[in-house]
């Protein structure tokens, strides 16, 4: 499978930045976002960048998914209100998955369902709208937890 | 204004005395962002609903930027930034030189806290739709937590067609929806383009500044036409504007009657020779006797009677006075063989206020807030009429009266409500109807004869009293008014 011919990975330009394949830039994290707010979007794109990170977006949960499968993001951030498979779904397949169980997920949502989303196994729940500082801590938060189990003997 | 914010209105609890308040406080989880202004914040149910859109309208001159600059300033602190875009209304450069008279002004805070940015010309060049790339370069270089936009409806009317207003409005809104920020749009709206501009459509939250003149003076009204997840204050609460900023006063409610609230089994002397005996030992702790009459029957002798009376038992009592500056007052007294200095000292405040400069909501707040300070126990109001011409609106009025006598109810406070009738009789007096209804007792003074003046009380009605039902002769002399025998 490649991302050409499953045509749901997005390409982001609002601040001009084109499509990137996984982990194509020299070792920084990718994140990929489960999002289909374009404003929200926008800005998640912007201040993840500012802050070093490759973004990728998924446009609903089905993508995402694939998308986790065919290479393992360093994080995964997604709104429960999303088409296909929703948010708290798409963060359980993510933990059952023998493979790619490890991929910490982020919930950011409309929602205030932070209780849900941690039944459903996410590593933080985040309620939108964005606010770039506690949005940066939760995710450096989240990723230096994942790294730390993962260097872990 | 000299202590502008420091005395809260009567509706909001006190600690030291926590009977006079209208309502409990509202409880919800709803973060909120406070307007910098206590009462503003009472009536919005707490402040402003974080992240929402606010709509600040009103016509030139109502007090909407002079609202919004308490807020910014109030707000601006060491986290994120408040940003206030100027856009084609007024330029900058006057925003800021009328800004420093106010007290809330800091100059420390503007261009690191405040930031102020002129955006006119650059959207008179391009148009409406460059206000949402700068909203969107301030939001990702600033990350302002409030946004103000004064004015937008002048952004707005830049739009060539309905199709690209609307898309405008649809693009702001998205992009303030998508970021943690409280926004506030100020625009000259009138009440028809509510249902005209899409901005109405999308606001959380919108609040009107109105203005009306009523002879030599201008009655200002603070109102909130919508607050999405608030339990808000309705009505139109008065408000004046001084160098503090806003001065509102919440509109009057009915109180809450507490838990276990018993009416008064206490009588309660009215200073009156005789007319403790014709209510049946006195009035009871906590009713309300509405004192009708012509003019020169005795209500103001009486009034003053009830008042000292109270004073010599301990009893801190307020006279509300409209008709007679403090000076004539003072002599009234001295003839009726109490020192006024004296009375004073024992509990009796005597306030004078001028109908004819204050509105309705003022007065009432001033005299709660001395009902509060001094735990008045006792109230004579002299005399309804002047409250009445100091409201504009026969309902407001009414509703005004209704909550009052209820405070009084509920906080033991007895009071007197002295009401001048054209003649003898109480009908056909226009307020008499609700007045009746609402006192609980209704006391009648007439005054008749040719060669000499006969004056007479009558007890039309009372609550849980025998009264006596005669008209009674009475007579007013040094020692005061009295009923004969």
Known sequence: MND????????????????????????????????RDRNVRELQLFFLNRAGFVVEFADDGQCAIDRVR?????????????????????CRLVRNDAARGHVPVIVFSLLAAAARANDAG???????????????????GVMMNANAVMDAP | MTTPAISPPPSLPSTTDRRVHVREPVVDTTERLTSGNREADYILGGGFPANSINIIMGHPGSGKTIFAEQLIFENAGDDRPILYFTTLSEPLAKVVRYLQGFQFFDEGKLGTQVIFEDVGSELAKSGPEALIPMLRQAITTLS??????DSFKAVHDLAPSVADRRRMVYEMTALLTAYGTTAFLLGEYTEEDILLYPEFAVADGIVEMSRRRLGNRDERYFRVYKLRGSRYLEGAHAFRIT?????????????RIPEGYEPASERVSTGVTGLDAMLDGGVWRGTTTLLAGPSGAGKTTIGLQFALEGARQGEPSLYMNFQ?????????????GVDPVEAQAQGLDLVYASPVELQIDSIIVDMFRRIQQ????????????????????????????Y???????????????????????IAGSGMQNPMSYLSDNVVLLTVDGEEQTRRAIRILKTRGSAHDRRVREVEISAAGLAVLE
């Open chain 2, 243 to 255: 160098s503090a900023g806003l001065d509102i006063y919440p509109r009057l409610v009915s109180p």
């Open chain 2, 324 to 336: 007679e500056n403090p000076s004539q007052l003072m002599r009234t007294i001295r003839n009726l």
């Open chain 2, 403 to 425: 909550a009052l006598v209820q405070h009084f109810a509920v906080s033991g406070i007895t009071s007197i409500l002295n009401f001048e009738t054209a003649g003898n009789t």
């Open chain 1, 70 to 90: 065919l290479d393992a993001p360093a994080l995964l951030i997604t709104e429960i209100l999303i088409p296909k498979i929703d948010g708290l779904t798409l």
């Open chain 1, 122 to 140: 996410a590593a933080a729940f985040l309620r939108k709208p964005l606010v770039e500082s506690t949005f940066l801590a939760a995710i450096n």
């Open chain 2, 374 to 401: 001094r735990h008045v126990r006792r109230l004579v109001i002299d005399a309804l009429g002047d409250l009445a011409s100091a409201a504009t609106d026969p309902q407001r009025l009414h509703d005004y009266l």
């Open chain 2, 144 to 149: 302002p937590k409030v946004i103000v936009i």
């Open chain 1, 4 to 35: 050409a011919d499953h045509g749901t990975f997005v390409t982001e330009l609002a601040f001009g930045r084109g499509m990137r394949m996984p982990n194509d830039d020299g070792g920084r994290p990718v994140i990929l976002i489960a999002e």
